[in-house]
Structure formats: C-alpha cells, structure tokens
T-cell receptor, first 116, second 111 residues
C-alpha cells in the first residue's frame, strides 16, 4: 500500500515568490493534516481536512497560506508571497476515521522549503 | 502557558540496555498521548497511543506509561538495538485531533 506522498521533496525560492506544496494521502483516508517544523522548533499543527472540508485551520500562521483539498483526495498548500520565516519542513499526514475520537497519523517525508 | 518538555539532550546507551525517554507537560489535559519515531529526512512514524485512563501500554519491546497526576509519560525500549537509534517524539491529543508535539529526544544506541 502506498504511503503518504509529498511533492516536491525540496523547494528553494526567493522571498516574494509563490510556492505550492502537494500531498497525496493514503487512499481511503478522510482525514488530512498539514504540520510544519521551522528551524530548531517542534512540529506544529497547521490545519485539518475531513474529506474536502476544513475542520480546523487554527494553526495557519496568516493569510499568505492557503490550503485546498478539492474532491477530498489530494491537498495543496500554497504560500503567497513567501517570506523568510516560512522556511522549514512541511509535513502532511493522513488518517482513517475509526470513530474512536483519535487515530494514528501516517506522515509523508515532508517538503523542505527554503526561502532566500 | 502550555508546554511539553522532552529531554533535548541526546540519550546514549549501550546495545542491550533499556532506554527510557521522558515527556512532561504542563497546562494540558490530554485525552491521549502518542509516541512517534522520526529518522533523519523522514516523517514521524507512529509507535504507540495511550489513553488518559490507561496506566501502561506495551508493544513488543516498547512500553509507555502515562501518569496524569504527575503529567508525565515514560517511553521504554527494552533490549535496545543500534537500529533503534532515532529521534522520539511525544504528542498530546486533547481531543481536537490536532496533535501538539514535543521537540523530541535523540536516542543513540551504541553497538
């Protein structure tokens, strides 16, 4: 079974440019999450989709970040315009809703974003 | 303020010994606590989940304890192997589904 895949694995852009990260969750997983780790800090939650709906976007840092999950399958996270402090590793995770109020997350390998 | 603390110093142990990692938290009321393993350049991999009303959970060589009075979880790896070398993350789930991660502890098992 394919795991969570993220593309690209690395992205180097200049301040002010736009970058779009993509995540393909495990097939059948309704829950999709975005997390990020900035330099020297812990992994922090950004937002949570259930199918195509945003369930919780309380972790989105500002309106330069836009996440979508059209059709409830893959998701994109766009940063426009990118700033230096956006540099870090962006992780996507997915999970299957088992109706237990919690589930284990399956993470992708992340996208290393460097804003110069 | 809310805080999760994991020992930021790397833990070095000899192969065959038991590794014990600590996760302390303040100002949280987690419904669940999860432990993940992360290798360089990879995403976290789920290991174990323990509920607030459970004291202990085991899986093969892994054991997790959860003390909501002390606000602490201990993660044990028995008969450690060099392949266990990685960063181990604890994560709190307050029931909102959004996990709050600690900064992780790097474990190095020497052959």
């Amino acid at each position: 079974e394919a795991g969570v895949t993220q593309f690209p694995s690395h992205s180097v852009i200049e301040k002010g440019q736009t970058v779009t990260l993509r995540c393909d969750p495990i097939s059948g997983h309704d829950n999709l999450y975005w997390y990020r780790r900035v330099m020297g800090k812990e992994i922090k939650f950004l937002l949570h989709f259930v199918k195509e709906s945003k369930q919780d976007e309380s972790g989105m840092p500002n309106n330069r970040f836009l996440a979508e999950r059209t059709g409830g399958t893959y998701s994109t996270l766009k940063v426009q315009p990118a700033e230096l402090e956006d540099s870090g590793v962006y992780f996507c995770a997915s999970s299957q809703d088992l109706g237990q109020g919690h589930e284990k997350l399956f993470f992708g390998s992340g996208t290393q974003l460097s804003v110069l | 303020s809310q805080k999760i603390e994991q020992n930021s110093e790397a833990l070095n142990i000899q192969e065959g010994k038991t590794a014990t990692l600590t996760c302390n938290y303040t100002n949280y009321s987690p419904a669940y606590l999860q432990w993940y393993r992360q290798d360089p350049g990879r995403g976290p991999v789920f290991l174990l989940l323990i509920r607030e009303n459970e004291k202990e959970k085991r899986k093969e060589r892994l054991k997790v304890t959860f003390d909501t009075t002390l606000k602490q979880s201990l993660f044990h790896i028995t008969a450690s192997q060099p392949a266990d070398s990685a960063t181990y993350l604890c994560a709190l789930d307050t029931g909102r589904r959004a996990l709050t991660f600690g900064s992780g502890t790097r474990l190095q098992v020497q052959p």
